[in-house]
Nanobody, 121 residues
Framework: QVQLVESGGGLVQAGGSLRLSCAAS????????MGWYRQAPGKQRELVAA???????NYADSVKGRFTISRDNAKNAVDLQMNSLKPEDTAVYYC???????????????WGQGTQVTVSS
């Protein structure tokens, strides 16, 4: 079994910073793309940032220049550094990974349990 475990998040004032971390564990052969999504109340889940194994990245327009995604392939981990946070960044943030398992080398998509980020004005 594969698990994604997130940490970080919490309550911060507008203009502040937070760092989210996510580590994948279990029977993993390799990980392709990793990313962060978020879902605010009453809204659809949206991509925040993604990073491929070769370290190419893409960001939602709303977070460009403020958020930075990075990964550590040796640790099967991905981080999201969030700076200059705004109240509209308030959401539950989910880690996502495209993983090839050791058993049968099957490819599956996994989600973390989500972590709350609240930005007060």
């Amino acid at each position: 079994q594969v698990q994604l475990v997130e940490s970080g998040g919490g309550l911060v004032q507008a203009g502040g910073s937070l760092r989210l971390s996510c580590a994948a564990s279990g029977s993993i052969f390799s990980i392709n793309a990793m990313g962060w999504y978020r879902q605010a109340p009453g809204k659809q889940r949206e991509l925040v940032a993604a990073i491929r194994r070769g370290s190419s990245t893409n960001y939602a327009d709303s977070v460009k220049g403020r958020f930075t995604i990075s990964r550590d392939n040796a640790k099967n981990a991905v981080d999201l550094q969030m700076n200059s946070l705004k109240p509209e960044d308030t959401a539950v943030y989910y880690c996502n990974a495209d993983i090839i398992g050791r058993r049968n080398y099957s490819r599956n998509n996994y989600w973390g349990q989500g972590t709350q980020v609240t930005v007060s004005s």
